[in-house]
């Protein structure tokens, strides 16, 4: 028997794990260049991509392996914080977009006073990321033949690219 050698739910995830890190980069810089309307767009397309994929890994949690596990229980914990803190972030930039319409002098300052929330989100979603590939997807790996592995990684990314990334 041959072990395996490729990991294509590993190699499928870390891709649009970056596809999805890039988006909220580009929200951060478009954020912080007080670009509000920009800013807007990309951190929709990044909703989308993030909300795409906790989904995905969800369904595919419940129906393949022990939820009860601690390592399941850690990366579906995440994804509730994921989604709490992006409904902060996204409700913060709502309140910058009002500000910027009555008061623009005072925008800069009441974006660095609701930054921590914007830095937060992305340090949890590496933090998340890193959870996944290190406990996770072994689960998955372990779990599946090397076909069902091609198989789960070809309908994430056709579930990511539903969410139009670009």
Not at 109 to 137: C, E
């Amino acid at each position: 028997m041959s072990e395996k050698t490729t990991y294509p739910l590993n190699n499928e995830y870390t891709h649009w794990h970056d596809v999805t890190s890039l988006r909220y980069q580009q929200f951060l810089q478009s954020l912080t260049a007080l670009e509000l309307d920009d800013a807007q767009r990309h951190l929709i397309l990044f909703s989308n991509l993030l909300n795409t994929s906790i989904r995905f890994s969800d369904q595919r949690i419940e129906e393949l392996l022990d939820e009860t596990d601690e390592s399941t229980q850690m990366v579906m914990a995440d994804h509730l914080i994921l989604t709490r803190t992006l409904a902060l972030a996204e409700r913060s930039l709502t309140e910058l977009q009002q500000l910027e319409q009555v008061q623009p002098s005072s925008l800069r300052a009441q974006l660095v006073n609701r930054l921590d929330i914007f830095v937060r989100l992305n340090n949890i979603l590496t933090r998340h990321h890193l959870r996944q590939i290190d406990s996770l997807f072994p689960l998955f790996e372990a779990k599946l033949s090397e076909l069902e592995a091609v198989s789960l990684a070809c309908n994430y990314t056709e579930a990511m690219q539903r969410a139009h990334p670009n």
